[in-house]
């Protein structure tokens, strides 16, 4: 006998739905509500900056998997402009460029982030899994996952209004990336948004949207987990065994 399926929820709802689960973004994981609360020591922000990196310079190459998955041409017209709005084009420098200030202001080298010999392995599968789950879902399934945008304007602002206070050693051109999100989220979200709710309208598919968008909320988490192991209980990687940083870098994949 088959089950009776349970009703939809109304497209309100399965929008509030996806709001509710801003309970679990990572502005409330600990290393992230130690930053804003100026708690952190400058190695603690130059871990954050330098492991964060790898995030930035793989979220273009997310959104290009997801447009290449895409036949419609509409769609891809819009995301592109999520992939110029890192890489840059001719009147914009570009997020990863603005994320290479932040970092020189914080008191890294370009080269020590650019080389990605801070980032951790921990840091390194999470965004892994964010960038292959973009390659092998469907297009509208990884649109999906990109929606802890929904959340990410509060946590841009709160860097730009409490980090020049409690730190004043960082120098103010760093900002520049964490103003730049603020409209760029915003715009992206509405895309994403409307992509995921046209899409998944049954009760079982907004229910995957639901687990789709949390496993997003873990990837961020994760990457702060990692964070806190090396850089608040100094027990990075291997550390029972040597100081010196020898995980791997990549394997170019
Ligand atoms: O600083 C943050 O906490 C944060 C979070 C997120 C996010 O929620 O995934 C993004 C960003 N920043 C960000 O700057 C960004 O460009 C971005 C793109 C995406 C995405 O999933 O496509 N998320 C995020």
Not at 131 to 160: G, K, M, V
Request: glycine share 6%.
């Amino acid at each position: 006998m088959n089950a009776i399926a349970k009703p939809a929820m109304t497209r309100d709802d399965f929008e509030q739905a996806l709001r509710d689960k801003g309970t679990l973004y990572h502005i409330h994981h600990p290393y992230h509500r130690a930053m804003y609360g100026g708690q952190c020591t400058p190695e603690q922000i130059r871990g954050w900056v330098a492991n964060r990196y790898y995030y930035q310079v793989n979220i273009p190459r997310k959104d290009a998997a997801i447009m290449a998955n895409c036949p419609d041409a509409n769609v891809r017209r819009q995301w592109l402009q999520r992939v110029l709005d890192h890489d840059g084009h001719e009147n914009d420098q570009g997020g990863i460029e603005a994320w290479l200030q932040l970092a020189e202001a914080v008191g890294l080298s370009r080269e020590e982030v650019i080389d990605q010999r801070h980032v951790l392995p921990g840091v390194r599968f999470a965004v892994d899994a964010y960038l292959n789950f973009a390659r092998r879902a469907t297009w509208q399934e990884a649109a999906c996952s990109s929606l802890t945008e929904l959340f990410a304007p509060e946590i841009h602002q709160s860097r730009l209004d409490s980090w020049p206070e409690h730190y004043p050693w960082i120098e103010g051109n760093g900002y520049t990336y964490f103003r730049k999100r603020l409209s760029e989220a915003r715009r992206d979200v509405q895309h994403g948004l409307t992509i995921t709710l046209d899409h998944f309208t049954t009760y079982a598919e907004q229910q995957r949207a639901l687990d789709i968008l949390q496993f997003k909320l873990d990837i961020l988490w994760s990457m702060l987990d990692a964070l806190t192991m090396a850089y608040v209980h100094q027990t990075p990687p291997y550390h029972t065994v040597t100081d010196a940083q020898v995980w791997h870098r990549g394997l170019g994949l």
